[in-house]
């Protein structure tokens, strides 16, 4: 007991000192960007993206009311569901309630050369209607929004796996030595704005210098990212020099690889006391890009975070995720929709066109959608959650643009052709970074792990180009 109080007591007072130098928990969060065995012996086969960038619509859009539209639901709304289709399944909280349908509750149209169906609460993202691929047949296994997240983040409910976002970063390293490898910014509106946990980007059992880093989408991204008064940038660097070499003399005892993280990430901390300031001065950016995404820079708006993941991507970053958080509507679904929509739509679109235009589009994956989808059967006048059929946004490279891939039933309520679970969605994402899923494994507590888990995965072939 008396050593483990040592070496906590030691800890403290040395992240004490750390936060008064000025580098302060950033630096205990930032991670180490250098490459992994899996990059340096070369991935599996050639890769079609190098980098993603997650649109995490928080709290579960409806794909009744966004890219899957139904007329039987039209048709039939108002009456009783089927009872062969809810019968002995899992909903949330119209568990022993009355089932009744609800019909769609905006118009859809067909966009682009493609005819791809999308509600009129997207009306910019519609215009990018032929670089999208709408997989209308996702299904997953938790129906509750935290477990949920769990699970399409790490593909397990078990907490403390590590996240999509950390086994890319372990596999490929970043492109970048100036800015963590995998970059987190939220935002909310429209709806119930359900908490996101930061274990949701956390690196599980993986090094903890794959950790998502989570920047303030206003105000200053990084807290102590500057020096203190009186501390100039060569005093800086002598006082990381001087924590550099006390953490080295306490690896010499302890022979602990996260002293070594550690190491590295008050090195990052210095790194980005340059890259951070440049990374967050919008002032380059042209005013017909700014309009494009309809934000003011630096607002904490999802438009302004979509133009910061852009920067992002510039700059060498692995993995992006944007959490909007907003579209839990289990009441007023159609006002709700129509707001939250309205308040990610534009920065969405101009993401991709944005990206597009610049060359950067053809490689890096853009996934939006939520955790799970809505019910088909009302809850009052919103929808409850469901997991048996939702739809996600897909574009970027490799992708086939202008198409829809699977279907759920006419009710929207099984995914019936052609499904796609979260672990296949899974291997399909580290197939197109160059991995091949069943091969990417981290052996811990004697068991090889992998993101796609022990049961099966395969990946969709019928959305790559």
């Not at 490279?397 to 052709?417: C, P, R, W």
């Amino acid at each position: 007991m008396a050593i483990v109080s040592a070496m906590t007591s030691d800890h403290l007072a040395r992240r004490t000192f750390l936060k008064r130098a000025g580098v302060g928990s950033v630096a205990l969060a930032s991670m180490l960007n250098e490459r992994t065995s899996l990059a340096s012996e070369g991935i599996h086969h050639p890769p079609r993206i190098k980098r993603v960038i997650h649109l995490c619509m928080a709290g579960g859009p409806s794909h009744l009311e966004t890219f899957d539209y139904k007329p039987e639901l039209a048709r039939l709304d108002g009456q009783p569901m089927p009872e062969s289709l809810t019968k002995g399944q899992p909903i949330a909280q119209l568990q022993n309630k009355a089932l009744r349908v609800m019909g769609p509750q905006h118009a859809f149209a067909k966009h682009g050369k493609s005819g791809l169906e999308i509600s009129s609460v997207l009306p910019h993202l519609s215009k990018m209607a032929d670089d999208l691929c709408v997989v209308k047949s996702m299904h997953t296994e938790q129906i509750n929004h935290d477990p949920a997240h769990t699970f399409f983040n790490t593909g397990t409910a078990i907490s403390g796996r590590p996240s999509m976002g950390s086994w890319v970063l372990y596999g490929l390293g970043a492109e970048t030595q100036d800015l963590p490898g995998f970059i987190v910014l939220t935002s909310e509106g429209g709806g119930q704005s359900q908490p996101i946990s930061s274990r949701q980007w956390h690196s599980g059992f993986l090094p903890s210098r794959v950790q998502g880093v989570q920047l303030h989408a206003s105000g200053n991204p990084v807290h102590y990212v500057g020096n203190p008064a009186g501390v100039n940038h060569s005093q800086q660097r002598d006082i990381v020099d001087a924590v550099a070499r006390i953490n080295m003399h306490r690896n010499e005892t302890l022979q602990d690889p996260e002293i070594a993280t550690r190491i590295s990430a008050y090195e990052m901390a210095f790194r980005m006391q340059t890259s951070v300031p440049e990374l967050t001065d919008m002032t380059d950016e042209p005013d017909h890009i700014v309009k494009m995404y309809g934000c003011t820079p630096g607002d904490g708006t999802f438009g302004s975070n979509c133009l910061m993941a852009r920067r992002l991507a510039e700059r060498g970053v692995r993995f992006i995720q944007l959490y909007h958080r907003g579209w839990d509507h289990h009441g007023g679904v159609k006002r709700g929709t129509e707001k939250t929509g309205s308040l990610v739509d534009q920065g969405s679109a101009a993401l991709i066109q944005d990206l597009k235009q610049r060359g950067m589009l053809d490689d890096t994956l853009i996934v939006w959608g939520g955790e799970f989808g809505r019910t088909p059967m009302a809850q009052g006048d919103g929808r409850d959650h469901h997991i048996k059929g939702f739809s996600i946004c897909l574009a970027g490279g490799g992708i086939k643009g202008g198409t829809s891939y699977g279907a759920t039933d006419e009710f929207g309520y099984n995914a019936v052709k052609d499904p796609v679970h979260v672990r296949d969605f899974h291997a399909t994402m580290l197939h197109m970074l160059g991995i091949d899923h069943n091969r990417f494994t981290y052996k811990f507590q004697g068991l090889d792990f992998k993101l796609t888990g022990v049961e099966e995965a395969h990946v969709v072939d019928g959305i790559l180009s």
